[in-house]
């Protein structure tokens, strides 16, 4: 499939069509509204989803291989908070505090991206390895960590208190679905995944695009924000993504990864956090700026990542696995 067909596959999806009507919706002031309710149900469904086919898989995949995935998804969320704060306090002036914020963020993963990113390597014949969900939840909380150290060291210990913000993180719905679903589907294997297809698996698309639907209007209502958020982050919120992208498809394809995993490795490094994250900036980094943090991944990287980030790492997993 040549790189053009891939954009135009990503572009013409359900998925990224349904994030654009969203945004269309908004716009449009339309009374279209998802109750919270409908909202949360969406989130749990999609999280325990993926969390109970990872754990299947994992169930019948090689140690070798899922240890050299996830060690590079961890090497990742630790060095992506670490050049991130040092770009953001050195070249963009930002405050330690803000600097950790924002770097937590990108050094962490958007759940909703990874979901996305499956589907479409699905869609476009590569599909990625069945264990991915495991790469994403060992991701998610080491970042973290890691940026608010930073922040700590960065304010003379005034700052960036991890040990309050830790035990919020790994009681997150994110992390216990994830993690809970990754330990049954481990425990009940393909047979029992079987079991549960017809729920988990078949539903699992039209799903997603009903939750990238109200993603699309909420990501939407961030854009007026874009003014605050200020020339310098705007360019890192959209060149950091392929920064990142290139980092993880490279990294994946070099511990074994097929395209489809590597892809998925390259879009969980470029993706940032909005959910994990500013819970656990919110405890420990209180006097960041939550207008910073939040346009600059839900509002900008996010529909980057949708639009741009998905065709991208593709092409870059053909690209390397070629050579």
């Not at 409908?38 to 469904?45: E, G, N, P, W």
Request: charged letters at 10%.
């Amino acid at each position: 499939m040549e790189p053009a067909e891939i954009l135009r596959n990503a572009l013409l999806s359900p998925m990224v069509l349904s994030f654009a009507l969203g945004i269309a919706a908004h716009f449009a002031r339309s009374d279209l509204r998802f109750p919270d309710q409908v909202y949360s149900a969406l989130s749990i469904y999609l999280l325990f989803a993926i969390g109970l086919k990872g754990g299947a898989a994992l169930a019948s995949s090689s140690f070798a291989q899922v240890a050299g995935a996830i060690a590079a998804g961890v090497a990742l969320g630790i060095a992506i908070p670490v050049w991130s704060f040092a770009i953001l306090t050195r070249f963009g002036r930002f405050d330690a505090a803000n600097a950790a914020a924002i770097a937590a963020h990108y050094g962490s993963v958007s759940a909703v991206t990874f979901i996305a990113a499956i589907a479409y390597v699905q869609a476009v014949g590569h599909p990625a390895e069945g264990f991915m969900p495991a790469v994403l939840a060992a991701m998610e909380v080491p970042a973290i960590a890691v940026a608010l150290l930073l922040a700590r060291a960065g304010t003379g210990g005034a700052g960036g208190d991890w040990r309050a913000a830790l035990p919020e993180v790994l009681a997150g719905k994110s992390i216990v679905l994830l993690v809970g679903g990754l330990c049954v589907g481990f425990l009940a294997g393909p047979a029992g995944m079987k079991a549960v297809a017809p729920f988990f698996v078949d539903p699992f698309q039209g799903v997603l695009c009903l939750f990238l639907l109200d993603m699309g209007m909420v990501a939407a209502r961030r854009f007026a924000d874009f003014r605050q958020v200020g020339r310098f982050l705007a360019v890192f919120a959209l060149a950091m993504p392929v920064l990142h992208a290139v980092a993880g498809v490279w990294l994946g394809t070099a511990v074994g990864l097929g395209p489809g995993g590597a892809a998925v490795l390259g879009v969980l490094a470029a993706s940032a956090s909005y959910i994990a994250a500013p819970a656990a900036v919110r405890v420990a980094l209180p006097e960041a700026n939550p207008g910073l943090y939040l346009t600059a991944s839900l509002a900008i990287t996010f529909p980057f990542n949708l639009i741009v980030g998905l065709p991208l790492c593709m092409a870059l997993a053909r690209a390397f696995a070629g050579s």
